[in-house]
């Protein structure tokens, strides 16, 4: 089936304006590494349950003083170089993160600085595990307006800064890394097809981090109370990620024109094996058309489809002509999609 030249971004909302394609992605994630193994020794675990509950061998951590805009950055230079582009050519950075440096100023504005840019507008985003998805739409819609030509997103996050380091349910999960696109228009190319957003605030109990916020300020209680960590209910998180991953799925491929059978790679989430196995199972698209690679990394909440990307670009999984599903679910409750044509 063949593209359709415009389609909606949004229910009732026209995709008008230049088509924008990624010119360049690259991701990055710290040196030290943290096995299984390793967390038997610090919860009452076994490698045994993390691997067949959630599929994830090992993760990476970021180093004392890392921060959130450390690994964006390092990501961001990558997908200038794979754009063959200079901090220099940046118009407008955004940066989806759910553990930014610190309440303000921005994680954009930090890595702004630490990549050399121009003074260009920079701002965060919040949608937990699907800020890249966020970002990428609103970056896209920057570009193909036609007020900038080079947009960077980037999706970054440390949750190992916001993870309960004693609660087995969670801190088995979750790892740090960042990913990093360049969007441009150039003619000729297609590009994001599609993008499907969706939210439900209603759901905040079962996925948060309770204090820190306005809500609940920091106090010497909220520390005591463990407060300022990741709260999962994990078995409400898994059936509603399900269900929406699957509509989102949905939503972007039909807004594409495309039929299911048309996508070359789907890019899901990386947050648990058998959370993709059964969107797999349920969209009849087998797992050979996924790329996964949540052995390696954990949950890395905003950074994980940006960092699959770029690792099945570099793997050769991902290439130019082929269609591309990007699918997501995180806090919020937020979920996205995007088609590209690449
Ligand atoms: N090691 C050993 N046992 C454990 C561990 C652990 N690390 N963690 C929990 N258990 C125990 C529980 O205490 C429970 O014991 P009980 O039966 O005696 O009460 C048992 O294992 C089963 O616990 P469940 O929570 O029911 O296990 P489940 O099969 O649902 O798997 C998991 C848990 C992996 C968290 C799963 O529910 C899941 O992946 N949910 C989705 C999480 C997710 O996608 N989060 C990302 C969303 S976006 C974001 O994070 C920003």
């Given at each position: 089936?063949?593209?359709?030249?415009?389609?909606?971004?949004?229910?009732?909302?026209?995709?008008?304006?230049?088509?924008?394609?990624?010119?360049?992605?690259?991701?990055?994630?710290?040196?030290?590494?943290?096995?299984?193994?390793?967390?038997?020794?610090?919860?009452?675990?076994?490698?045994?349950?993390?691997?067949?509950?959630?599929?994830?061998?090992?993760?990476?951590?970021?180093?004392?003083?890392?921060?959130?805009?450390?690994?964006?950055?390092?990501?961001?230079?990558?997908?200038?170089?794979?754009?063959?582009?200079?901090?220099?050519?940046?118009?407008?950075?955004?940066?989806?993160?759910?553990?930014?440096?610190?309440?303000?100023?921005?994680?954009?504005?930090?890595?702004?600085?630490?990549?050399?840019?121009?003074?260009?507008?920079?701002?965060?985003l919040s949608a937990a595990c699907s800020g890249f998805i966020y970002a990428l739409e609103v970056g896209r819609q920057f570009v193909a307006s036609g007020t900038h030509d080079t947009v960077l997103v980037v999706g970054a996050d440390k949750l190992s800064a916001i993870t309960d380091w004693t609660d087995r349910a969670t801190c088995v999960l979750f790892g740090d890394a960042a990913g990093a696109a360049v969007l441009r228009h150039e003619p000729g190319r297609r590009g994001i097809l599609s993008t499907h957003l969706g939210a439900d605030g209603s759901q905040k109990e079962i996925l948060n981090v309770p204090a820190g916020g306005s809500a609940m300020p920091a106090t010497e209680q909220t520390v005591r109370d463990k407060m300022h960590f990741i709260r999962m209910s994990g078995r409400e998180v898994f059936k509603l990620a399900v269900n929406a991953?699957?509509?989102?799925?949905?939503?972007?491929?039909?807004?594409?024109?495309?039929?299911?059978?048309?996508?070359?790679?789907?890019?899901?989430?990386?947050?648990?094996?058998?959370?993709?196995?059964?969107?797999?199972?349920?969209?009849?698209?087998?797992?050979?058309?996924?790329?996964?690679?949540?052995?390696?990394?954990?949950?890395?909440?905003?950074?994980?489809?940006?960092?699959?990307?770029?690792?099945?670009?570099?793997?050769?999984k991902v290439k130019r002509g082929d269609n591309v599903l990007l699918v997501a679910f995180g806090g919020g409750l937020t979920w996205g999609s995007a088609v590209i044509h690449w």
């Amino acid at each position: 089936m063949k593209p359709a030249e415009s389609d909606t971004s949004a229910p009732g909302t026209a995709r008008l304006g230049r088509s924008v394609h990624i010119a360049g992605i690259g991701s990055y994630a710290p040196e030290r590494v943290l096995t299984n193994q390793e967390l038997e020794k610090m919860v009452d675990t076994t490698d045994e349950w993390i691997l067949t509950r959630s599929g994830i061998r090992e993760r990476h951590i970021a180093a004392p003083g890392q921060a959130t805009s450390d690994l964006g950055v390092e990501a961001a230079r990558a997908a200038l170089a794979d754009a063959g582009l200079a901090a220099g050519d940046v118009d407008l950075i955004l940066v989806a993160t759910a553990s930014p440096d610190m309440l303000f100023p921005s994680t954009a504005c930090q890595l702004q600085h630490k990549l050399g840019a121009r003074k260009v507008a920079a701002f965060d985003l919040s949608a937990a595990c699907s800020g890249f998805i966020y970002a990428l739409e609103v970056g896209r819609q920057f570009v193909a307006s036609g007020t900038h030509d080079t947009v960077l997103v980037v999706g970054a996050d440390k949750l190992s800064a916001i993870t309960d380091w004693t609660d087995r349910a969670t801190c088995v999960l979750f790892g740090d890394a960042a990913g990093a696109a360049v969007l441009r228009h150039e003619p000729g190319r297609r590009g994001i097809l599609s993008t499907h957003l969706g939210a439900d605030g209603s759901q905040k109990e079962i996925l948060n981090v309770p204090a820190g916020g306005s809500a609940m300020p920091a106090t010497e209680q909220t520390v005591r109370d463990k407060m300022h960590f990741i709260r999962m209910s994990g078995r409400e998180v898994f059936k509603l990620a399900v269900n929406a991953m699957l509509s989102a799925a949905r939503g972007a491929v039909e807004k594409s024109g495309l039929a299911l059978s048309d996508i070359n790679c789907v890019i899901p989430h990386q947050a648990n094996m058998r959370i993709i196995e059964a969107i797999s199972d349920r969209l009849k698209v087998g797992m050979d058309r996924f790329h996964v690679n949540l052995q390696h990394y954990g949950n890395t909440s905003a950074a994980s489809i940006p960092v699959a990307l770029a690792e099945a670009v570099r793997m050769g999984k991902v290439k130019r002509g082929d269609n591309v599903l990007l699918v997501a679910f995180g806090g919020g409750l937020t979920w996205g999609s995007a088609v590209i044509h690449w």
